[in-house]
């Protein structure tokens, strides 16, 4: 156990912040057993596995603009990780008609194949990863997050409401 987490005693009133940093350390660890094993078996990273994730579940392609706000990075993070997949023939950009800064973002058949490895492998590694969590305790974990992530989500666009307000009110 963490020494942090030894010295607080239950009951504390601090169970929330122990559970924060135990959620961390444990989402730390796994990605970056991710990171090695993607470096490893495939010489790449995480991020493009990441962007090669978005496109494979969209057959038809995302806008960048689309892609980087599903992945939550920046357009400049996205357009890099593009680049090089265009080079290595797994991604493909096309014109988005009637806007000219505007591509559309897709996976070239040989992308899908390479995706298909990748993920085969990706889901053998987390299945390695979580092997003592039972399919019964993951059910219930995820069941307990979607909920806590969708109660995080509004408040945050509660936030994100007072605070643009507020924003705008502000003399310059």
Known sequence: MDPELEQASVGDGKENLRL???????????????????????DTTLPRFDVMVALSRYPDGLKMSELSGLLRVSNGNVTGIIDR??????????????????????LTGKGQIEFQRQAVAHK??????????TPEEATAL????????????????????????ETSARPC
């Not at 997949?85 to 897709?106: I, K, N, Q, S, W």
């Not at 053998?124 to 969590?133: A, F, M, N, R």
């Open 142 to 165: 995820e069941t307990r997050l979607l909920s806590f992530n969708q109660a995080l989500e509004e408040r945050s666009s509660q936030f994100k409401t007072v605070s643009d307000t």
């Open 85 to 106: 997949l265009a080079v290595e023939g797994l991604a493909e950009r096309t014109a988005v008609p009637g806007d000219r800064r505007a591509f559309r973002v897709c």
């Open 124 to 133: 053998s590694w987390i299945d390695e990863l979580l092997q003592d969590v």
């Open 20 to 42: 924060w940093l135990r959620f961390l350390k444990t989402s730390r660890m796994i990605e970056a057993q991710l990171r090695q094993n993607l470096k490893r078996d495939f």
